[in-house]
């Protein structure tokens, strides 16, 4: 390919003065409250009255994000996306339009619950709101994976373990009449476990020890007392180390390639995959979906066990992004190493371009009650100041009472952060090693290091980057700018894997080969329905495989900074 290269045309420089804080001051964006997103009337150009909406066919701004614009101005978007597991609490068509119109960027569907026609119904309704209200939400399934065992102990409540008292943890099914007896979800659970081992209920929630083993059946002493909740996940220790089972088990069961059918089918955007040990369960995965799928569906690995943590690197490497499970990484690790671990994979991820989800317990006391406590607000805050790409609720929206009251606070916490992290400057641009291998990749890395600190240092409004494959937009959002990126593509998979990196808002839009067009088209509209105004400052990226065969100079990767009249 003939060098690319990277031009700075047209730089009309700021026309408005900023003031001294260049990224804070912002007017909101004043437009009629009356207006109908999907059909109104504008004047163009030479004053021709034209139809037009930003929910057209060749031109789709989902209205969850032209809502929160219009409200609050380009630097009042909120960058970190939210995903939320949908479950009995918030399934119904309503529920989920409620969830959606709060900011659900992606709706999480754990394939361990319910059954596959349960699940159809969700995906088929969430696409509806797609199609027939406007929205961009993403479907992401969650295989149930070789999963830490289960307990059950006959009742949908929680149940005391006394210290000292005696329980028979086994297989056998029909033990719901005997009260300290707790049916285990695995057979072979109690495999190579001895007289003496530890026997933790949800990371510590009580404690036993193994007294007699009786088959497969074990019977244990409470240790340390506790509450057994329904469903809550087993780990066995030996000497303060975890006896490891799970590695020995395949990351992808056959009911999981079964689901993964399934999600091809339903056209799914995103695959979560349960307990990966190393990249060949990712690598194997991706294979599959890139024969057996039209669509590019983004292959998310959970770090959640031992051996993931050992092998993180190249988990990174292989998956399209991580999901850092805290849930059962707190059953297999000490829960005081979690913090560090959060921290590292945010980190590792984001230098190897790859979005981060930082999930489970974010706002667990939100399952019961209206609002948060003060330390999970300091949690969530500080997976937005580590800059993960996305925070995920778990029980608080799939069975909590508050689902929406617990997405509102994400979306809060999040702004705020977002805002005190902009103001203290933490987010000066961080030393990116570089990624790329060839020249032309080479160039696009350096493009989007440059121009994310150039539109930083401008005080530019918004970036738009035309893309085809949505790299150039993760190369830019791995620089966590302080201007939203909207990311316009005409590929459908695009869009839809885009809607999990931070701070990008994907856009639909019929590319032309002409870059001048395609800027002139997305201003104008964007324009006229009140979404940007005249001396808003904004700065377009183009991709180079956005450029056709005309080989025009504007087909080339460019940099422009325009001042909207
Ligand atoms: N599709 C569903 N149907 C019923 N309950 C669900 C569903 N999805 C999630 N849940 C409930 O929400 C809780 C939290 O969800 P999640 O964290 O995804 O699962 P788990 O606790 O099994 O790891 C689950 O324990 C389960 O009780
Ligand atoms: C997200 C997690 O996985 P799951 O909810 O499927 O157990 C977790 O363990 O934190
Ligand atoms: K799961
Ligand atoms: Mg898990």
């Known amino acids: 390919m003939a060098a690319a290269a990277a031009s700075v045309l047209s730089p009309q420089l700021p026309v408005r003065y900023r003031g001294s804080h260049p990224n804070f001051r912002r007017t909101p964006i004043l437009c009629p409250s009356h207006q109908n997103s999907t059909s109104r009337v504008a004047k163009f150009g030479m004053g021709v009255a034209v139809r037009f909406s930003l929910q057209a066919e060749n031109f789709f701004f989902d209205v969850a994000s032209e809502a929160e614009l219009k409200k609050k101005g380009f630097m009042g978007m909120r960058k970190t996306k939210l995903v939320c597991t949908i479950g009995p609490a918030c399934c119904s068509e309503e529920q989920l339009e409620r969830l959606a119109r709060g900011g659900m960027n992606i709706a999480r569907l754990n394939m361990c619950h319910s059954t596959r026609e349960w699940h159809r119904d969700v995906i088929r309704a969430i696409k509806r709101l797609n199609e027939e209200k406007g929205f961009c939400i993403a479907v992401m399934i969650d295989t149930a994976g070789s999963e830490m065992p289960?307990?059950?102990?006959?009742?949908?409540?929680?149940?005391?373990?006394?210290?000292?008292?005696?329980?028979?943890?086994?297989?056998?099914?029909?033990?719901?009449?005997?009260?300290?007896?707790?049916?285990?979800?695995?057979?072979?659970?109690?495999?190579?476990?001895?007289?003496?081992?530890?026997?933790?209920?949800?990371?510590?929630?009580?404690?036993?020890?193994?007294?007699?083993?009786?088959?497969?059946?074990?019977?244990?002493?409470?240790?340390?007392?506790?509450?057994?909740?329904?469903?809550a996940k087993l780990s066995f220790w030996r000497a303060g180390k975890l006896v490891t089972r799970n590695s020995m088990l395949p990351a992808l069961s056959t009911k999981d390639w079964a689901d993964i059918d399934f999600g091809i089918s339903e056209g799914v955007n995103f695959i979560a995959v349960s307990f990966v040990n190393d990249a060949s369960?990712?690598?194997?995965?991706?294979?599959?979906?890139?024969?057996?799928?039209?669509?590019?569906?983004?292959?998310?690995?959970?770090?959640?066990?031992?051996?993931?943590?050992?092998?993180?690197?190249?988990?990174?490497?292989?998956?399209?992004?991580?999901?850092?499970?805290?849930?059962?990484?707190?059953?297999?690790?000490?829960?005081?190493?979690?913090?560090?671990?959060?921290?590292?994979?945010?980190?590792?991820?984001?230098?190897?371009?790859?979005?981060?989800?930082?999930?489970?317990?974010?706002?667990?006391?939100?399952?019961?009650?209206?609002?948060?406590?003060?330390?999970?607000?300091?949690?969530?805050?500080?997976?937005?100041?580590?800059?993960?790409?996305?925070?995920?609720?778990?029980?608080?929206?799939?069975?909590?009472?508050?689902?929406?009251?617990?997405?509102?606070?994400?979306?809060?916490?999040?702004?705020?952060?977002?805002?005190?992290?902009?103001?203290?400057?933490?987010?000066?641009?961080?030393l990116q090693p570089q990624l790329a291998e060839s020249s032309v990749e080479r160039i696009a890395e350096e493009i989007c290091n440059s121009a994310v600190e150039m539109?930083?240092?401008?005080?530019?409004?918004?970036?738009?980057?035309?893309?085809?494959?949505?790299?150039?937009?993760?190369?830019?959002?791995?620089?966590?700018?302080?201007?939203?990126?909207?990311?316009?593509?005409?590929?459908?998979?695009?869009?839809?894997?885009?809607?999990?990196?931070?701070?990008v808002i994907p856009i639909n839009l019929q590319l032309s080969d002409d870059m001048e067009s395609n800027i002139t088209e997305t201003t104008q509209l964007l324009k006229a329905s009140g979404c940007l105004k005249s001396g808003d400052l904004i700065m377009a990226v183009s991709d180079s495989d956005v450029s056709g065969s005309s080989g025009a100079l504007s087909a080339f990767q460019s940099i422009q900074i325009r001042a909207i009249v």
């Not at 039209?294 to 690197?313: T, Y």
């Not at 966590?480 to 990196?501: E, F, K, Y």
């Open 150 to 231: 289960l307990l059950d102990h006959g009742s949908a409540s929680s149940t005391k373990a006394e210290d000292g008292s005696l329980w028979l943890f086994t297989s056998q099914k029909s033990v719901g009449s005997c009260p300290f007896t707790i049916q285990v979800s695995i057979e072979g659970f109690s495999e190579g476990i001895l007289v003496g081992d530890e026997l933790v209920v949800d990371g510590g929630m009580a404690t036993f020890e193994v007294v007699e083993k009786v088959g497969n059946d074990l019977h244990c002493r409470c240790t340390d007392p506790g509450l057994l909740l329904p469903r």
């Open 281 to 430: 369960d990712i690598k194997c995965l991706k294979n599959y979906l890139y024969s057996r799928s039209p669509d590019f569906i983004g292959v998310l690995a959970k770090i959640e066990s031992p051996e993931s943590l050992q092998n993180v690197h190249e988990i990174i490497e292989a998956s399209d992004g991580i999901i850092i499970a805290r849930g059962d990484l707190g059953v297999q690790n000490p829960l005081e190493e979690i913090p560090a671990i959060q921290q590292k994979i945010t980190h590792l991820c984001r230098q190897s371009n790859k979005p981060v989800v930082v999930a489970s317990q974010l706002l667990q006391s939100m399952i019961e009650y209206p609002i948060p406590t003060r330390a999970e607000v300091a949690d969530v805050s500080e997976a937005v100041r580590q800059y993960a790409d996305a925070l995920m609720l778990s029980g608080e929206s799939a069975i909590g009472l508050f689902a929406e009251n617990a997405l509102s606070v994400l979306q809060i916490a999040s702004e705020q952060m977002e805002l005190s992290s902009r103001r203290e400057s933490c987010q000066s641009l961080l």
């Open 455 to 503: 539109a930083n240092n401008l005080g530019v409004d918004a970036i738009f980057v035309y893309t085809k494959r949505g790299h150039m937009a993760s190369l830019l959002s791995r620089n966590r700018p302080n201007s939203p990126i909207l990311a316009l593509t005409d590929n459908a998979g695009t869009r839809n894997g885009m809607t999990l990196h931070w701070g």
